[in-house]
């Protein structure tokens, strides 16, 4: 546990800072994508990791830390990535590309929904079409295009932080 | 016996036959013989020294390849660190012009006192426009605090930690900014959008508004400055059965390339929350 702890917040600090640097700044249409939700799901997803909840406590209140929106709708968010990501990565482990496309949208999804109510709730009335298409849609896109080389980049780092045991 | 010639006879008869030779080139009957010599001695001349220059190249040649290979080396990494070295020129003259303008537009409002930042990131989520700064409480920077940038209004300070502070921009949708028509001093309300669109509401019926008409901050409500600037009028909505005439409005700032922002810190936002009357009981 200490170890994983130990290596999500410099992975998560890290994902945060090309976020709000170099990620958030590629727009498709006023849409970005979310590096951070995309390492949280590809862990969820490892088979052999464990702790994957703490990763999105830390990212969750990383995320919420830095950003204007308030904190506990990123941590909600990212906590419903895990735990969808843990869901499938029992279930269809012998699709982790589909389970990975699977989260990807669906925790997109949620997450901007989440960020849409609260604005719209809280703070001022959104048309909701307009922030459909301009900003929910082109997210999910940008996120699925993001989905296969975070997903191989965080495999690898699982499987060295949790390599397989060999059977004698 | 034993027959001999007196000396001076022969040479008499070595001069004649040399005379007769040197007779025999000069008319011409030479030139075959000599040619195939002449050619014979170029052709071994030209056979050794090609065999020659063949031997020493081969001596030579690999040590001067492996040492133009290490100049190669060498002056290929000195073309990646003067490349390196323009680029990170054509940086510093780019900042330095950009700072030149905020210098500029500082000397030009000497009425405000001015913190230059650094913008070192966005907002993570897509639905708020909000910039990060590299300046905070360390350097005196509190929320509320106007940001300008040589251009016009850019947004106000959100919210601040020691290092570093967020900045709401003007086009983030949960803006509001009181500001008004330069050229028919008509007031109106600035509202950004989602798609990080400007355009203004609550303008009156009456009020005559042109395409052109240059927007700057009205100062009502204490949140900002007066007259900075913001942009001007690109298209018109008035429509009868509506209370408020509608404007879109073509910022002055880039929102999508800001580099260096001035934070304005001597200007104290007032709440006027407390003077807002709410419904009683």
Known sequence: MRRSIL????VLGLAVMLQTSIVGRINLLNGAADLVLLILAAWGLQERVRNAWI??????????FVSGVPWYVYLVGYLV?????RLLAHRVWQAPLLAMFTVTLIGTLVLLMLTYFDRSLFEMSLAFNLAFAQIILPSILLNLLLAIPVHALIRDLANRLYPAEVVS | MKTSFPRSLQ?????LVAVGLVALALGGYFNPVASWFTRLTIDAQTWISTRYLAVTDFLTVPRDLASLRQRNAELEVEVAQLQTQVIDLQQKVTETNILSALVD???ANPEYSYKA???IGLDPSPFLRYVIINIGSNQGILPGMPVVTDKGLVGRVDAVIAEAARV?????AASAVNVRLQSSDTEAMLVGSVTGDLSLDLISQDAAVTVGDVVLTSGLGGSYPPNLLVGQVVSVRKLDYELFQQAVIQPNVDFNQLGFLLVITNFAPVDIAPLIATPGP
């Open chain 2, 105 to 107: 537009f500082a000397r």
């Open chain 2, 168 to 172: 709401q921009l003007i086009t983030d």
């Open chain 1, 81 to 85: 990535v895990v735990g969808m990501a």
């Open chain 2, 11 to 15: 040479t008499v008869i070595i001069a």
């Open chain 1, 55 to 64: 990763w999105g406590t830390v990212a969750g209140l990383l995320v919420g």
């Open chain 1, 7 to 10: 290596v999500a917040i410099p």
């Open chain 2, 117 to 119: 930042a650094a913008v």
